[in-house]
């Protein structure tokens, strides 16, 4: 089972910027493709973006906007996000791809004027 801590949200302006941290722990985290998923209020939780050992890919409402990247050393993953909007409000968590059953607590991100 992979443990992950999300970090990293808060609130910004649209067009605005965050860059959200999942540490994990053990090998699995570090031997898996990870992913971000989100999950805004009243909607089903969505894919983000996920990184394997090279390869990257993102949903089609972020690509462009959003970056992954991995430590893989510190065993971290984190997620870049730019020119943010407002339908990207919604909490934020990281798992494996797929994803394990488990979810951590995840971090919220408001874009909000």
């Known amino acids: 089972q992979v443990r992950v801590l999300e970090s990293g949200g808060g609130l910004v302006q649209p067009g605005g910027s965050l860059r959200l941290s999942c540490a994990g722990s053990?090998?699995?985290?570090?031997?898996?493709?990870i992913a971000w998923f989100r999950q805004a209020p009243g909607k089903e939780r969505e894919f983000v973006a996920s990184?394997?050992?090279?390869?990257?890919s993102y949903g089609s409402s972020v690509k462009d906007r959003f970056t992954i990247s991995r430590d893989s050393a510190e065993n971290v993953v984190y997620l870049q996000m730019n020119s943010l909007k407002p339908e990207d409000t919604a909490i934020y968590y990281c798992?494996?791809?797929?994803?394990?059953?488990?979810w951590g607590q995840g971090t919220q991100v408001t874009v909000s004027s």
């Open positions: 053990g090998r699995i985290f570090s031997r898996s493709d």
């Open positions: 798992n494996t791809n797929p994803p394990g059953n488990s």
């Open positions: 990184i394997g050992w090279i390869n990257t």
